[in-house]
């Protein structure tokens, strides 16, 4: 069975800093989705970004960017330029492919101070 | 696109009572699932459909806990009778292609 490990429970960091979140995952699979989601105190789960495990490239929208190290099975996030609005929960998320259901990590608390 | 629409938002009521949940998806998409957030044990999935037949029920906690789908619009989970250890936020999501899309979740309380 597939596992997703979030090894920070909590982060905190200034507004308009860099930070990076960190995720791995376990599976014999090679072909494969990664998915990051946001969940702000308003618990809705927002998609930030997605990664397809047959794209060498790492996917970016915006102020968010993946580092994907297939091999090492770390799927990290990157928010550069950190807004109060970031604030949030954010889970990193495994889907095989043509399967249906995501694997969840357990989140990591990201708190951007003024 | 009106995203996935869940209601009620917050839901309160007594052990034992009958609690319905409601989901309306987002136009088109042909899977739709039910999940469970709690602190202790985070996302759970609960079931999930596909064109509105369901697929994997196995993580439905007992048979107090019912979910249906009867057109591809509309989908319910039933909890009957509820207990104070099912007090936790319910999401509905959705998927066409290869994301699923969150609603705003219901918060269950049961005392």
């Known amino acids: 069975a597939q596992t997703v490990t979030q090894s920070q429970p909590e982060m905190s960091v200034q507004e308009a800093e860099t930070v990076t979140l960190s995720c791995t995952y376990d599976t014999s699979e090679s072909n494969y989705y990664l998915f990051w989601y946001k969940q702000p105190p308003s618990r809705q789960m927002i998609l930030v970004i997605r990664q397809e495990a047959y794209k060498q490239q790492n996917a970016t929208e915006n102020r968010f960017s993946v580092n994907f190290q297939k091999a090492a099975k770390s799927f990290s996030l990157k928010i550069s330029d950190s807004q109060l609005g970031d604030t949030a929960m954010y889970f990193c998320a495994f889907m095989k492919h043509e399967a249906q259901k995501l694997v969840f990590g357990q989140g990591t608390r990201l708190t951007i101070n003024p | ?111």
Request: proline share 7%.
């Open chain 2, 1 to 111: 696109d009106a995203g996935v629409i869940q209601s009620p938002r917050h839901e309160v009521t007594e052990m034992g009572q009958e609690v319905t949940l409601r989901c309306k998806p987002i136009s088109g998409h042909d899977y739709l699932f039910w999940y469970r957030q709690t602190m202790m044990r985070g996302l759970e999935l609960l079931i999930y459909f596909n064109n509105n037949v369901p697929i994997d029920d196995s993580g439905m906690p007992e048979d107090r806990f019912s979910a249906k789908m009867p057109n591809a619009s509309f989908s319910t989970l039933k909890i009957q009778p509820s207990e104070p250890r099912d007090s936790a936020v319910y999401f509905c999501a959705s998927r066409g292609g290869l994301t699923q899309y969150f609603g705003p979740g219901t918060r269950l309380t049961v005392l």
